[in-house]
């Protein structure tokens, strides 16, 4: 990435942000094109094959107020200021749960882009590994909504990864979720009116089982719903609902399994269940599927849906349309050398936990419209490629699997 000038882009006052507001429209940008602000100033700019910009010259702007003018390749990804020629490519990005599973892959993502990430952390811990990856943080948690308005509106856009992953495991998953829309609800209002991306994070679990969901589908809460994973229909609603009120909002439905080195869920689960039982299991004949996904590809999508998904777009961070069951348990067999077995359905809770119901729903997703729109092509290994590099074997997991979906974390 080039830089004219120092690489710190200094704060925005209120009348350049007002100015920035008034006359910055989304634009697609030419490589070496000439873009002006309003009529009153203009500056040269060369898109690299990246995506990334170098300013090649900064003219002289004719009004002391025309400061500063943003540029990209899709969404306005970048600032410059045209009196001192300085330039910050990149959004000031606010991401919830940044340092759960999928969010610390996600914070060296956003900064690889030049994006300036700020997490929110509860803990100490949390806080530690922020500022050790790069990113500012913002203490607070969910149940603060007043500090999730302040670090939200003082951001280019917000990723919100995070859920009460512990309330959900002891059972008040409608708490969970009730937390989550209200989060998800104080995000957009901070939001509201300027353009700028909110992207949520929901699971595939929503969908209707037993046929391939799309990123069409968009079906509706059923009471009886409201203590398992087709609730976070409840917070996509709520998030989606401020794309009529000016915030360029979507929602990233994240597959069943988001697995990778160091993964402690569903699939780190069953290995364990295998260790101890002394079987690979699996429910029924073994056909139900999961979609599935690798970390990083994840990591990945949540910035393409920040930089450039369209207001109220539903995506799928799904590469693998969907595994069988069976097929996970004989890899997981293989590995730790002992029988594959078929688990009877009276005996499934006792055997797999809270797993069981996630194992006997069949629930494939297609991305194919995510790919389409955003351009987003899963490189890394598929689930059964990632279960065979052995890494899940090595030792048992370090703490209690959670909903693959809900996995931002709250601390």
Not at 108 to 128: F, M, Q, Y
Not at 184 to 198: F, H, K, N, Q, W
Request: glycine share 14%; with cysteine.
């Amino acid at each position: 990435m080039t830089y004219h000038g120092d690489e710190a882009f200094p704060a925005l006052s209120d009348e350049q942000r007002a100015r920035l507001q008034a006359c910055g429209s989304a634009q697609e940008v030419e490589s070496g094109a000439l873009l002006s602000g309003a009529g009153e100033a203009a500056y040269d700019l060369i898109l690299v094959d990246s995506g990334e910009a170098g300013v090649v010259r900064a003219a002289t702007a004719r009004a002391a107020g025309a400061v500063v003018a943003r540029f990209g390749t899709g969404q306005f990804v970048g600032e410059l200021s045209l009196l001192t020629g300085q330039a910050r490519l990149g959004m000031r990005v606010f991401v919830t749960g940044a340092s759960g599973w999928i969010g610390s892959a996600l914070v060296p993502e956003l900064i690889g882009a030049g994006h300036e990430v700020t997490g929110l952390a509860r803990s100490d811990a949390s806080a530690a590994a922020l500022t050790g990856a790069g990113a500012r943080v913002h203490r607070g948690d969910l149940d603060d909504p007043g500090g999730l308005r302040g670090a939200a509106g003082a951001s280019d856009g917000v990723i919100h990864l995070a859920f009460h992953a512990g309330m959900a495991r002891s059972g008040d998953f409608q708490g969970a979720v009730g937390a989550d829309r209200r989060a998800a609800g104080a995000l957009g209002e901070a939001l509201t009116g300027s353009d700028r991306p909110l992207v949520i994070a929901s699971a595939t679990a929503v969908l209707a089982p037993g046929r391939v969901g799309t990123e069409q589908d968009a079906p509706g809460l059923d009471p009886a719903d409201a203590g398992s994973p087709r609730a976070r229909l409840a917070t996509e609603e709520a998030a989606l609902s401020f794309a009529s009120l000016g915030v360029r909002s979507s929602v990233v439905r994240l597959a069943t399994t988001v697995h990778g080195d160091g993964d402690h869920g569903f699939l780190a689960a069953l290995a364990g269940i295998a260790r101890d039982k002394g079987v690979s299991g699996f429910t029924g004949d073994g056909s139900s599927r999961w979609p599935a996904v690798h970390r990083l590809d994840a990591a990945h999508l949540f910035r393409l849906a920040l930089e450039k998904a369209p207001a109220g777009s539903r995506l799928h961070a799904v590469a693998d349309e969907g595994v069988p069951i069976r097929a996970i348990a004989e890899v997981i067999g293989r590995h730790l050398d002992v029988p594959v077995v078929s688990v009877p359905a009276g005996q499934a809770s006792g055997h797999f936990g809270f797993l069981a119901g996630f194992l006997a729903a069949d629930n494939p997703a297609s991305s194919t419209l995510t790919r389409a729109l955003l351009g987003w092509q899963p490189a890394h290994p598929g689930l059964i490629e990632d279960l065979d590099k052995g890494h899940y074997f090595h030792s048992r997991p370090a703490q209690s699997a959670e909903p693959e979906g809900h996995r931002g974390g709250t601390s």
